[in-house]
């Protein structure tokens, strides 16, 4: 038996993060707040309306938004960030491309009859863009930017703790359509096949509309997806180039 010191072990690190989402709005918005309980910070990805349902349920979730991250800007993802914004002060990012759009929110709410002849408010303007490979992050949540133009030309998905957010790029067996302005379907095919099939097949994509889903299952059953593979000559398993995504480490 020896007599020297136990070793002792450091208190293994526990980050507790929370992910809940809403449907809000119109367009039936899937709004993510993603918070880690123990330091009680939060990001909230696409406050797309009910500003203070989303403010509720972080509350409920004991957590203070301090970021507002979006995956682009068209108004069903916008229309709640002033009023996110005015609870907690959080910054709003969004990719550069996606400006217009964003400047653009009032008169389109008015072109598609939402607004009942009232004004729509403006969303602000950023506090900061975002673009590929940076990070977003609060105290105790971090997520990565892939830059997936398609949708849009300034659409980003977040990725971090083993979720996707992936906004109205991948849906469950889908795209989002690309046929609004700034759309494109081969950059969209070529940002969800060349960039987010890189990441681990395991990951849980929470999109923008409709149900949650996977990697794995998207790329095993997501016609798009299967489609172009197949005019690729590529396998649903096989990935191919690197498409210069830098993977978080
Ligand atoms: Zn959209
Ligand atoms: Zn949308």
Same mark, same amino acid.
């Given at each position: 038996?020896? +007599?020297?010191?136990?070793? %002792?072990?450091?208190?293994?690190?526990?980050?507790?993060?929370?992910?809940? &989402?809403?449907?809000? &709005?119109?367009?039936?918005?899937? !709004?993510?707040?993603?918070?880690?309980?123990?330091?009680?910070?939060?990001? !909230?990805?696409?406050?797309?309306?009910?500003?203070?349902?989303?403010? #509720?349920?972080?509350?409920?979730?004991?957590? %203070?938004?301090?970021?507002?991250?979006?995956?682009?800007?068209?108004?069903?993802?916008?229309?709640?960030?002033?009023?996110?914004?005015?609870?907690?002060? =959080? *910054?709003?990012?969004? #990719?550069?491309? +996606?400006?217009?759009?964003?400047?653009?929110?009032?008169?389109?709410?008015?072109?598609?009859?939402? %607004?009942?002849?009232?004004?729509?408010?403006?969303?602000?303007?950023?506090?900061?863009?975002?673009?590929? =490979?940076?990070?977003?992050?609060?105290?105790?949540?971090?997520? #990565?930017?892939?830059?997936?133009?398609?949708?849009?030309?300034?659409?980003? !998905?977040?990725?971090? #703790?083993?979720?996707?957010?992936? &906004?109205?790029?991948?849906?469950?067996?889908?795209?989002?359509?690309?046929?609004?302005?700034?759309?494109?379907?081969?950059?969209?095919?070529?940002?969800?096949?060349?960039?987010?099939?890189?990441?681990?097949?395991?990951?849980?994509?929470?999109?923008?509309?409709?149900?949650?889903?996977?990697?794995? =299952?998207?790329?095993?059953?997501?016609?798009?997806?299967?489609? %172009?593979?197949? *005019?690729?000559?590529?396998?649903?398993?096989?990935?191919?180039?690197?498409?210069?995504?830098?993977?978080?480490?």
């Amino acid at each position: 038996m020896s +007599d020297q010191p136990q070793e %002792t072990v450091d208190e293994p690190f526990v980050n507790e993060i929370e992910v809940r &989402g809403l449907i809000v &709005g119109a367009f039936q918005e899937n !709004c993510w707040v993603i918070g880690n309980r123990r330091s009680g910070e939060a990001i !909230c990805i696409d406050p797309g309306e009910q500003a203070d349902d989303i403010v #509720h349920m972080a509350s409920e979730m004991g957590v %203070t938004i301090k970021l507002i991250a979006n995956s682009h800007a068209h108004l069903d993802h916008v229309l709640g960030v002033r009023g996110v914004q005015s609870d907690s002060d =959080a *910054q709003f990012l969004l #990719h550069e491309a +996606d400006l217009d759009i964003l400047r653009g929110t009032a008169e389109s709410a008015a072109r598609l009859g939402l %607004t009942g002849g009232m004004q729509v408010e403006q969303p602000p303007d950023p506090d900061h863009y975002i673009d590929d =490979a940076q990070k977003v992050e609060v105290d105790g949540v971090e997520l #990565h930017v892939i830059h997936t133009p398609g949708h849009t030309r300034g659409s980003v !998905c977040f990725y971090g #703790h083993g979720v996707l957010f992936s &906004g109205d790029t991948l849906f469950k067996q889908s795209i989002g359509r690309t046929d609004l302005p700034g759309g494109d379907y081969q950059q969209e095919m070529s940002s969800i096949v060349d960039k987010l099939l890189m990441l681990p097949d395991e990951t849980i994509v929470l999109p923008g509309h409709m149900d949650q889903t996977t990697l794995a =299952a998207e790329r095993a059953q997501n016609p798009f997806i299967l489609q %172009t593979l197949a *005019q690729r000559g590529q396998q649903p398993g096989e990935r191919r180039s690197p498409g210069g995504l830098i993977l978080p480490n």
